[in-house]
T-cell receptor
Framework: ETGVTQTPRHLVMGMTNKKSLKCEQH?????MYWYKQSAKKPLELMFV???????ENNSVPSRFSPECPNSSHLFLHLHTLQPEDSALYLC??????????????????FGPGTRLTVL | AQSVAQPEDQVNVAEGNPLTVKCTYS??????LFWYVQYPNRGLQFLLK??????LVKGSYGFEAEFNKSQTSFHLKKPSALVSDSALYFC??????????????FGGGTRLMVKP
């Protein structure tokens, strides 16, 4: 798990708090992803960044705000969350070949996740 | 649109017996297919992938998967299960001509329980 790291591993926050999740990849990849994993629900893709540009925003509420300052780092800023936002948040990275977007066979590698509890 | 189905929520198998975790997919073009495993309180770990070529793909920890285009399936198999194989398994697919970002669609997951 040293390829993709996530901090913190556990986070408990109130509905009025503001917090941030951090993801860092050490694999030299140029695409990064945020997923939400809730109990008894399929893995939900939230955001995708390719070459530091957001290429997918999967109808995620505005209380989740991603930031990708460079190809190695990805943040998820959280504010005024709801209890139903409690979940495991997973970060992943892969190589997305440009200038042919999407024509990549490379694998997504995942971090260990941040277990978020919203009280 | 692409989709993945894992028809079994849970698979139970005795240690030493062969195991199969089922996956079927739907894509508009040729698929790239992946299997991941998730242990408790951990992220997803890559097991194997099918891109092209031989329909039988070998991966980590003795797992293999067989791509069957006519049945649109990519079942995960292992000849002899170990208790330590007990985990949550996810199948994923992407269309070869996908959008930027190499986006995958995941199945709902299958919990594998291997009993001593």
């Amino acid at each position: 798990e040293t390829g993709v790291t996530q901090t913190p591993r556990h986070l408990v926050m109130g509905m009025t708090n503001k917090k941030s999740l951090k993801c860092e990849q050490h694999l030299g990849h140029n695409a990064m992803y945020w997923y939400k994993q809730s109990a008894k629900k399929p893995l939900e893709l939230m955001f995708v960044y390719s070459l530091e540009e957001r290429v997918e925003n999967n109808s995620v509420p505005s209380r989740f705000s991603p930031e990708c300052p460079n190809s190695s780092h990805l943040f998820l800023h959280l504010h005024t969350l709801q209890p139903e936002d409690s979940a495991l948040y997973l970060c992943a990275s892969s190589q997305d070949w440009a200038p042919v977007p999407g024509f990549s066979t490379d694998t997504q590698y995942f971090g260990p996740g941040t277990r978020l509890t919203v009280l | 649109a692409q989709s993945v189905a894992q028809p079994e929520d849970q698979v139970n198998v005795a240690e030493g017996n062969p195991l199969t975790v089922k996956c079927t997919y739907s894509v508009s073009g040729n698929p790239y297919l992946f299997w991941y495993v998730q242990y408790p309180n951990r992220g997803l770990q890559f097991l194997l992938k099918y891109i092209t070529g031989d329909n039988l793909v070998k991966g980590s920890y003795g797992f293999e998967a067989e791509f069957n285009k006519s049945q649109t399936s990519f079942h995960l198999k292992k000849p002899s299960a170990l208790v330590s194989d007990s985990a949550l398994y996810f199948c994923a697919v992407r269309d070869r001509w996908g959008n930027a970002g190499n986006m995958l669609t995941f199945g709902g997951g299958t919990r594998l329980m291997v009993k001593p």
